[in-house]
């Protein structure tokens, strides 16, 4: 019963292809996340989502894009890859009510990408 | 632009205590997080301070003091799990969370 899951959790791929990550979660939160973890191990968002919103890092290539059928599930589609984009990829996801209380974030065990 | 600066790489001892610092520069705040993640996993979640002092919880505790931008985590009777990278966070005015570079902490028996 794993609260946050991804998959694939290695992802091996050529330039120019297009690839997708999955990801759900059971915690029944209301707000999911991707991040982008690179070798210098710095943790970097770039999206949040709840069924309400879609905030984007505007420093994330239109390249990705985040597609959500429902609320436990948050995918990444990759277009195009580069290099650059070789990076560990989690997601995680939280509950966020209206009133702006925040609780922690609960993280998927991240999809090592590898662009050859 | 905001701003989270930790120290980069910390080493202690087996069985001793150590102290991680975290200054901030954010556009407004609501609560300061901890994260632990070991290597090749995922960042897990330590401690939360929204006002000033300190939160303790077995081993680790947490600080804060909003009027200097500041947080630490101590970590006790230090084991040689405790090796892993700690990640200071802060939630910003639209409840963005904006994470540090975290603290790569090595310990040494």
Redesign the interface.
């Known amino acids: 019963d794993t609260a946050v899951s991804q998959t694939p959790k290695y992802l091996v791929t050529q330039m120019g292809n297009d690839k997708s990550i999955k990801c759900e979660q059971n915690l029944g939160h209301d707000t999911m996340y991707w991040y982008k973890q690179d070798s210098k191990k710095f943790l970097k968002i770039m999206f949040s989502y709840n069924n309400k919103e879609l905030i984007i890092n505007e420093t994330v290539p239109n390249r990705f894009s985040p597609k959500s059928p429902d609320k436990a599930h948050l995918n990444l589609h990759i277009n195009s890859l580069e290099l650059g984009d070789s990076a560990v990829y989690f997601c995680a996801s939280s509950q966020v009510s209206s009133a702006g209380a925040y609780n922690e974030q609960f993280f998927g065990p991240g999809t090592r990408l590898t662009v050859l | 632009g905001q701003n989270i600066d930790q120290p980069t790489e910390m080493t202690a001892t087996e069985g001793a205590i150590v102290q991680i610092n975290c200054t901030y520069q954010t556009s407004g705040f609501?609560?300061l997080?901890w994260y632990q993640?070991h290597a090749g996993?995922?960042?897990?979640?330590l401690s939360?301070n929204v006002l000033d002092g300190l939160e303790e919880k077995g081993r680790f505790s947490s600080f804060l003091s909003r009027s200097k931008g500041y947080s630490y985590l101590l970590l006790k009777e230090l084991q040689m799990k405790d090796s892993a990278?700690y990640?200071c966070a802060v939630?910003d005015s639209n409840?963005?969370?904006i994470?540090g570079?975290?603290t790569?902490l090595i310990i040494k028996p």
């Open positions: 609501n609560g997080f993640q996993e995922a960042p897990t979640f939360y990278s990640l939630v409840y963005q969370l994470w570079a975290g790569k």
